[in-house]
């Protein structure tokens, strides 16, 4: 008997129950350290701001001097100093205003700020034309980041902003996951690349464009084998290069069940195939297993084998294989959030398996469906900014509320 297919959800399980231990640490500078991803929490050695300071231009006062001032009866007090931002200003005597500029810190006797265009100049004196509350316009000491506080913890993908704040209390250098190294390469003597005359029966090679690009977006070093014979032999010889030195091997084709498709049993010659086909849609023939690199026991590279079909290719590995790396990068990770939104389409023929439809959202604010759902239209891919969670045999109606995956989530 045929055993069942796992289900998305097993076989996404079963696969990061696979992703450990992380790879090991290296320290970059932090202006480097875009896209890695944290080794250890970052605490802040000094609060932020360091003292109290202005987030206005304007003139810095003692609150209760300003008690009785009105329009009726405007309250003149003399500018007693001028305080830039990096400098440090002397303490505000009573009855005194300090003229002051953003970023700047608050002198000692002063507790408020009023702002430039409330205040008119008359020589030396500045006249107020009402009152201010203490603490208007003064960012407090610590506001932002407090001294001994974790400000990015382990397991951050760190952006730009990550790696400015991590500037921000002073860190010159970041302890990083070192960079994933990955093996690819790509089985069918159909293959063409690019550039090449396309022969009678053969096809570019848009899989390795794609793959290539996916994995550099993920911070991992590529190992780009290129396009691997139709045999089995070949396809040993490949898979015993690419375990040597590399953490992870992805390969797109081979993985079905047809007379050419070697890569399955080439990998359980080099290794073991611990999972194969998930009920998905497209996707079915996803592989996961491993490759040995020598003769130690457990020394062996992770493989993980996608469908040929360049749309089968492309879901699968923004679906397992971009999980399966984040948690090899030890990275917190949950993956996008799924928006509930509504279908402007009608899908009243569903597959008996989960599928993830091309679709796009609209200026009303619903998705639209690619027209060709098939795994081969690359096109669909451009074309859509999201892919349509569909649990199995679950028809669709215009108007119904869907879960929605954006792209922009799985992209990186």
């Not at 696969?15 to 231990?21: E, K, S, T, V």
């Not at 400015?164 to 970041?174: E, F, I, K, T, W």
């Not at 028809?395 to 990186?412: E, T, W, Y």
Request: hydrophobic fraction near 45%; include cysteine.
């Amino acid at each position: 008997m045929k055993p069942a297919l796992l289900s998305f959800d097993e076989a996404l399980a079963a696969l990061l129950g696979h992703a450990h231990p992380p790879v090991g640490v290296e320290v970059l500078d932090t202006a480097a350290a875009d896209g890695r991803v944290l080794a250890e929490d970052i605490r802040s050695a000094l609060d932020v701001p360091p003292r109290d300071n202005t987030s206005m231009d304007g003139y810095a006062v003692r609150a209760a001097d300003l008690a009785g001032a009105s329009a009726e009866r405007p309250l003149r007090l003399p500018v007693s100093q001028r305080i830039a931002a990096g400098h440090v200003g002397e303490p505000l005597l009573a009855g005194t205003v300090a003229r002051i500029f953003t970023g700047a810190l608050i002198p000692d006797g002063a507790d408020a700020v009023v702002m430039q265009e409330a205040v008119r100049v008359d020589g030396d004196v500045a006249v107020f034309s009402g009152p201010v509350a203490a603490g208007e316009w003064v960012r407090r000491r610590g506001e932002d980041i407090a001294a001994g506080s974790v400000i990015l913890p382990a397991g951050t993908l760190l952006d730009p902003q990550a790696c400015g704040l991590a500037a921000s209390v002073g860190c010159a250098r970041l302890p990083v996951r070192r960079r994933l190294r990955v093996a690819c390469f790509f089985t069918g003597d159909e293959l063409a690349m690019p550039g090449e005359p396309l022969r009678p029966g053969a096809i570019y090679n848009s899989n390795r464009f794609v793959l290539n690009a996916l994995l550099r977006r993920l911070g991992c070093e590529v190992n780009d084998l290129g396009i691997v014979p139709d045999s089995l032999e070949a396809t040993r010889r490949a898979l015993r290069e690419a375990a040597a030195g590399n953490d992870l091997i992805v390969t797109s084709g081979g993985v079905s069940v047809g007379d050419e498709d070697h890569v399955r049993p080439a990998v359980q010659a080099e290794g073991s195939i611990t999972m194969w086909q998930v009920a998905i849609k497209p996707g079915k023939p996803l592989a996961y297993g491993t490759v040995r690199r020598g003769s130690q026991e457990g020394d062996a590279a992770h493989f993980i084998g996608l469908p040929g079909n360049p749309v089968s290719s492309f879901v699968t590995f923004l679906l397992f294989v971009r999980p399966f790396i984040r948690r090899l990068q030890a990275a917190v990770d949950t993956g996008p959030a799924a928006w509930p939104l509504r279908a402007d389409f009608d899908w009243p023929r569903p597959d008996k398996r989960r599928e993830f439809l091309r679709v796009r959202l609209n200026e009303q604010g619903g998705l639209d469906l690619f027209p060709n759902q098939s795994s081969g239209v690359l096109t669909s891919t451009v074309w859509a900014d999201g892919l349509l969670d569909n649990p199995p045999n679950q028809p669709i109606a215009r108007g119904d509320v869907v879960r929605f995956l954006p792209l922009a989530g799985l992209l990186g």
